[in-house]
Each structure stands twice: as structure tokens, then as C-alpha cells.
């Protein structure tokens, strides 16, 4: 199970820094001989694979259910 914990971290990580690299340095949306490539639609789909990253390691994380007993 730790093996699955370090690739979903390792693949935030790398999404992070791709990230990154796209927002220091902007490129233009544009179309080359019929294809289409939209850098907002890439980060967009980094911003979804963070999240998806995020609910699956949220599973490892400790958490805390406070409750109370009555008689």
C-alpha cells in the first residue's frame, strides 16, 4: 500500500512542477494544420489530475470522528 501512496505522490509532485513550468512561462492558444492546442485546457486537466491526487491520498491521511454517548 506505501507503494501506491509514493506514486500518487510522485505523480502530484510531477504534476505540480509541470504546473509550474506552465504558468512561468505562458504560451498562446493556436491551431497548426487542423490541430488545435489550448494550453488553458492542458492546465485545466493538471488542475483535475491534483485533485484526483488529492481525494485519493486523503484515503492514507489519519482523521478524527468525534461522537458522543448517552444513556
Same mark, same amino acid.
Given at each position: 500500500?506505501?507503494?501506491?501512496?509514493?506514486?500518487?505522490?510522485?505523480?502530484?509532485?510531477?504534476?505540480? !512542477? %509541470?504546473?509550474?513550468?506552465?504558468?512561468?512561462?505562458?504560451?498562446?492558444?493556436?491551431?497548426?494544420?487542423?490541430?488545435?492546442? @489550448?494550453?488553458?485546457?492542458?492546465?485545466?486537466?493538471?488542475?483535475? !489530475? %491534483?485533485?484526483?491526487?488529492?481525494?485519493?491520498?486523503?484515503?492514507?491521511?489519519?482523521?478524527?470522528?468525534?461522537?458522543?454517548? @448517552?444513556?
Amino acid at each position: 500500500m506505501s507503494n501506491d501512496l509514493e506514486q500518487l505522490q510522485t505523480i502530484k509532485s510531477q504534476t505540480l !512542477t %509541470i504546473m509550474a513550468n506552465i504558468t512561468a512561462n505562458p504560451k498562446p492558444t493556436y491551431s497548426i494544420d487542423g490541430q488545435n492546442v @489550448a494550453w488553458s485546457d492542458y492546465l485545466d486537466r493538471l488542475r483535475m !489530475t %491534483i485533485d484526483w491526487c488529492d481525494k485519493k491520498l486523503s484515503v492514507h491521511e489519519p482523521f478524527e470522528i468525534r461522537s458522543q454517548g @448517552a444513556t
